[in-house]
Structures are given as C-alpha cells and as structure tokens.
C-alpha cells in the first residue's frame, strides 16, 4: 500500500513562529503536493513539486515555501504563521505520468493563535 | 477559470435508500475526473477516476459514477446506502493530466438508520 505519511496531526503554533509541516512517502513518486482544507472551499493547492529541489506554486502560495531536498520528502514551511493560515494542511504524492492518481496523508491540522 | 460545482452542501438519506451526488466542471476539454472521500479526521481516500473510455466507472464500496460530456458533468451514485458511507465526497478534476487537482467544494453525506 502506498503511504503518505505527515508528521503532525494536530498543531497548535503562536502567530509570528517559523511553522515546518513534514511529509513522506514511500512509492518513489516524483510528484508531491500541499493542499489547504477549509469549509465551504474544498481544497485549495499551494504547491507542487515535480522533483528534488523543483516547485510550483499552486493558486495559493502566498505566505507560504516549501523545500524538497530528497525525493520522499515535502516541506511546507510557514515563514511567519498568521492566524488566517488556521486550516487542515494534507500533502499528497503521484507519480510524473498521465493516467495516474494521486495518494493523500491523513493531514495536519493547524491552529495559529 | 477552470472550477468544479457540488452544488449540494448536506445531503441526508436513509440508510438503503439510493443516493446521488451532483459535480459539474468548467473546463474546455475533457479533464481527467475523480471521486474522494474524506471520513472525519482523515485523508482522502480515492472511489472512483475517469480518463477515457467507458462513461460508466465502477468505484470502490459500491459506488459508480457517469461521466455525460454534454452536461459537463460527473455524478456519483450508490444504489444502497450503508451508515458507514457518512463522510464528506469531493469532486475534482485534473485538466492538465499531473495531478494538479481542482476539488470542488464537497457534499457531506448524513445516513438515517
């Protein structure tokens, strides 16, 4: 079975910290992806990632970065958190091709205050 | 602006009774079309895709969808609804064929006994 795996359930950080949120996988997919989940929006993708050290910012990357130094592994960082990132955060993974789906982790839910 | 409608927020139906959950999308050609759901607290648990070929798609737990071109639309359906279908169902679509995923905004699904 595939598996995407983030660090975190649940985070509670204070408005202005630096935020690391960790995702995994073990299927050696080149693609990688962040999404933030809130009510009544689906979810939205902030980035996107199609190989090591490679990003595409999603349709909502503002106030966001992420870092892909090996090819399992996806940050997302929260340079400044803010009370308005307060979502739930699932990371996702595929592979490069056409005809292909993709894999989400269990999310982390994350609370600024 | 490439967008997908679930134009029912709730749907509540008795346990048996059949269901159908509505999605449209906007997009010039064909996308690639999925169907997830999401039990509380997890991630996205993938029933059903379509790329090409048979309009009808048969998903996981008894669920099938139809893709209609002309209506631009992409329904799920069950036949018998079981309690342990409660659970929110996003739509989305992959114009592009990377997994760049556009979700729409999800139906939640209650089930009476």
């Known amino acids: 079975d595939v598996k995407v795996t983030q660090s975190s359930r649940y985070l509670v950080k204070r408005t202005g910290e630096k935020v690391f949120l960790e995702c995994v996988q073990d299927m050696d997919h080149e693609n990688m992806f962040w999404y933030r989940q809130d009510p009544g929006l689906g979810l939205r993708l902030i980035y996107f990632s199609y190989d090591v050290k490679m990003k595409e910012k999603g349709d909502i990357p503002e106030g966001y970065s992420v870092s892909r130094e090996k090819k399992e592994r996806f940050s997302l960082i929260l340079e400044s958190a803010s009370t308005n990132q307060t979502s739930m955060y699932l990371c996702?993974?595929?592979?490069?091709?056409?005809?292909?789906?993709?894999?989400f982790g269990q999310g982390t839910r994350l609370t600024v205050v | 602006a490439q967008s997908v409608t679930q134009p029912d927020i709730h749907i509540t139906v008795s346990e048996g009774a059949s269901l159908e959950l509505r999605c449209n999308y906007s997009?010039?050609?064909?996308?690639?079309l999925f169907w997830y759901v999401q039990s509380p607290g997890q991630g996205l648990q993938l029933l059903l895709k379509?790329?090409?070929?048979?309009?009808l798609v048969q998903g996981i737990k008894g669920f099938e969808a139809e893709f209609k071109r002309s209506q631009s639309s992409f329904n799920l359906r069950k036949p018998s609804v079981h309690w342990s279908d409660a659970a929110e169902y996003f739509c989305?679509?992959?114009?592009?064929?990377?997994?760049?995923?556009?979700f729409g905004a999800g139906t939640r699904l209650a089930v009476h006994p």
């Open positions: 379509y790329f090409s070929g048979d309009t």
């Open positions: 989305a679509v992959d114009p592009g064929g990377y997994n760049k995923l556009i």
């Open positions: 997009y010039g050609a064909t996308p690639y």
């Open positions: 996702a993974s595929s592979y490069r091709g056409t005809n292909t789906e993709a894999f």
